[in-house]
């Protein structure tokens, strides 16, 4: 018995010296918050040119917008931002949406003959899920004209609630 209470003890110290270490070998990667300006990645639009994100656009309110080819809800999102970007683009309104793991095949299929006229990016690497915290697609972040995360949507995006995110930028 008195083994057992041992090897437990043992077993709970280790862990108690043990865990804040790994704990903080995870947090390595910076989270993303409010107010943060995300970290810079060059990525491809679909005829190949770079773009560097998010300075790209800085200057006008940027919708940046997480999609992936097997998403159904992300063709329709991309609709919703198109008219939002013939809306509002006099007014320094500009979505983007960022193809994740996706090649420009694929994307150009995927997107048919409903190609948006504002700016498709390419990670084909998926370079950007970890510095975004994308965890679920479609995922889209509104920044200000600095560059600054003002607010994230985690799944479908409410056509008005963007307007009236969007509108609090301008």
């Known amino acids: 018995m008195r083994r057992r209470d041992f090897l437990r003890a043992a077993a709970a110290a280790g862990l108690a010296f043990a865990l804040p270490g790994m704990l903080s070998a995870c947090r390595k990667e910076k989270i993303l918050r409010m107010g943060d300006v995300p970290p810079q990645a060059t990525l491809t639009d679909l005829q190949g040119n770079p773009v560097v994100l998010p300075s790209a656009f800085l200057g006008s309110v940027a919708v940046i917008h997480f999609w992936a080819s097997w998403c159904p809800l992300c ?66 972040y509104v920044l200000d004209r600095r560059n600054r995360i003002r607010h994230r949507i985690l799944g479908k995006i409410d056509g008005e609630r963007l307007d009236g995110m969007i509108a609090m930028l301008l």
């Open 75 to 140: 063709r329709e999102e991309m609709s919703l931002l198109e008219s939002l970007f013939l809306r509002h683009d006099r007014r320094g309104v500009i979505p983007c949406s960022v193809g994740v793991g996706e090649r420009r095949e694929t994307a150009e299929a995927y997107l048919g003959s409903a190609k948006p006229t504002y700016p498709v990016l390419l990670d084909r690497e998926s370079a950007l899920v970890k510095p975004y915290g994308i965890a679920g697609i479609p995922t889209t």
